[in-house]
């Protein structure tokens, strides 16, 4: 297992997280302890981690983080999402406090996709995993967007 941790004092300045992209009503944005891992979009479209598949991760030098994840092509109309499968969560001035990969199960290609949790703290605190990665971080802001694809890697 491959593992890194970073600190940075402490958190006594306890900040909240603004979310973009979800229901802002009751019951169906972002709450506690659920987190990101089931919400609504203002649309009314149910994004639900548990039933998509966790594709990866890219950590920007401005500090943003950006998790994506997707639904398969029987699961997505479902969840209202059959033009859009895929899901886009773009974390803004981030500070990640513990990333674990576990390498060996990398190879697992059954199980790599699956979502365990993607809880938050009502403050500015996430805590994301999967079959291969565990990450606790913090954050200013987050951005959620349904997709019809993986946007291609800049060239």
Do not use: C, K
């Amino acid at each position: 297992m491959r593992s890194a941790e970073a600190r940075s004092g402490g958190r006594e300045n306890r900040r909240e997280t603004e979310f973009r992209g979800v229901s802002i009503e009751p019951g169906r944005g972002i709450r506690e302890g659920v987190g990101p891992y089931e919400y609504f979009t203002p649309d009314g479209a149910h994004v639900y981690l548990h039933d998509a598949d966790f594709l990866g991760l890219v950590w920007l030098p401005d500090a943003n983080l950006r998790f994506y994840f997707s639904y398969d092509a029987e699961t997505a109309p479902l969840y209202g999402a059959a033009d859009s499968p895929v899901i886009e969560l773009t974390f803004s001035r981030v500070e990640v406090h513990t990333w674990e990969t576990d390498m060996d199960a990398l190879s697992d290609m059954e199980h790599q996709g699956q979502v365990s949790a993607f809880s938050w703290d009502t403050g500015d605190g996430f805590d994301v995993t999967t079959y291969t990665l565990h990450m606790s971080f913090s954050a200013a802001g987050m951005e959620a967007r349904l997709l019809t694809a993986v946007p291609s890697a800049p060239a």
